[in-house]
């Protein structure tokens, strides 16, 4: 659905976007991370063609964004429907006039528009505020209207700058809920930008890490958050100390293995000792997942290695000897 091929954008010399490569598929949410002025936005807005780029390919629907006339890009941005972390609202105008503005731009007729703007503020919850000027709004309620009216044209894509980072913890949920409802409903792709790993964990199904305009970890969320590399680790802030002594496994649980039980039983069953050195579990979307350290002794290592893979292939296990 979108195709980035080593994608490079400059600001005057400065490269903001340097060789970003990366695919997105139809009806999934994919997550972009990284810390402010890695070069989330930018990368966002050259997918709808607000930025353009200088070297590279990008193509959203098999076409090359940077191709497009103006034509062109007004019919791909029917299609791509966006939302903010300040939602972008004009102050003047009702809740309803908010949300009709992208219809009344294309044309479309009274009677259509009132279908319309009824049926997207049912969608997101706002029946009774129709009437209401943004300024009567709460934050949450303000990107309920911003998101109906994203989604006025019916697009495809939905992208998301930072659209809960100005919102409550509790707020962020609704929002991210409401999100996630959509995307399941109506099929919609969505490309959420955000610095909040816990937006991540709770509605992605992959993401990128980008800093300073790179690519420097990819993968499912599953496999970003139990087995990050350096850089994400960084990123989430979890530097692993482990001991000097022995040799450390580090041990994954998906969802359908219980740690409990295979701790329980090593330690029963190979009858050695062992340390937990470092462990977590994390809620991803709606699944459970654990990662562990233990510590075990040099000459134990095999028969640990061994029980852990008589478990099947469910997990994966890292040493660091040290
Ligand atoms: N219009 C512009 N002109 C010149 N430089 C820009 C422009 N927009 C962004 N930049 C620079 O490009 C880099 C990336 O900016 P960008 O806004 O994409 O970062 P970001 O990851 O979205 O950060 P944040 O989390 O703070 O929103 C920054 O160094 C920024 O200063
Ligand atoms: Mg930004």
Excluded at 58 to 75: A, C, H, P, T, Y
Excluded at 138 to 158: D, E, N, T
């Amino acid at each position: 659905m979108i195709r980035i091929k080593n994608l490079k954008k400059y600001y005057d010399k400065h490269l903001t976007i340097n060789d970003v490569s990366c695919e997105i598929k139809p009806g999934e949410i994919f997550a972009i991370v990284g810390h402010s002025g890695a070069g989330k936005s930018t990368l966002l807005r050259c997918i709808n063609g607000l930025e353009g780029y200088q070297d590279g390919s990008l193509k959203v629907f098999d076409k090359e964004i940077s191709q497009l006339n103006e034509q062109g890009l007004r019919e791909l941005r029917k299609d791509i429907g966006m939302i903010f972390q300040h939602f972008a609202l004009m102050s003047r105008k009702t809740v309803f006039e908010n949300v009709a503005m992208p219809l009344v731009m294309w044309g479309w007729n009274k009677n259509d528009i009132k279908d319309r703007v009824e049926e997207l503020l049912k969608l997101v919850g706002l029946e009774s505020k129709a009437n209401s000027y943004p300024s009567q709004l709460s934050g949450g309620q303000k990107q309920r209207v911003a998101i109906a009216r994203a989604l006025a044209l019916k697009p495809k894509i939905l992208l998301s700058d930072e659209a809960t980072s100005a919102l409550d913890p509790n707020t962020t949920k609704q929002i991210l809920s409401l999100l996630a409802k959509i995307n399941q409903t109506l099929g919609i792709t969505i490309v959420i930008v955000t610095h909040e790993m816990d937006v991540v964990k709770s509605i992605a199904n992959r993401a990128i890490l980008l800093e300073g305009g790179v690519i420097t970890n990819s993968g499912s969320i599953v496999e970003l958050f139990l087995n990050p590399n350096e850089n994400m680790k960084k990123f989430l802030g979890e530097e692993e100390i482990l001991p000097n002594d022995g040799v450390n496994i580090k041990i994954f649980f998906p969802p359908d293995v219980a740690m409990h039980s295979i701790i329980t039983h090593m330690a029963r069953e190979l009858n050695i000792d062992f340390n937990i050195v470092w462990g977590k579990l994390e809620k991803l979307g709606d699944k459970v997942l654990g990662s562990l350290v233990i510590n075990v002794e040099p000459k134990d290592e095999l028969k640990v290695e061994e029980f852990i893979k008589s478990k099947g292939a469910l997990y994966e296990i890292i040493k660091e000897i040290k």
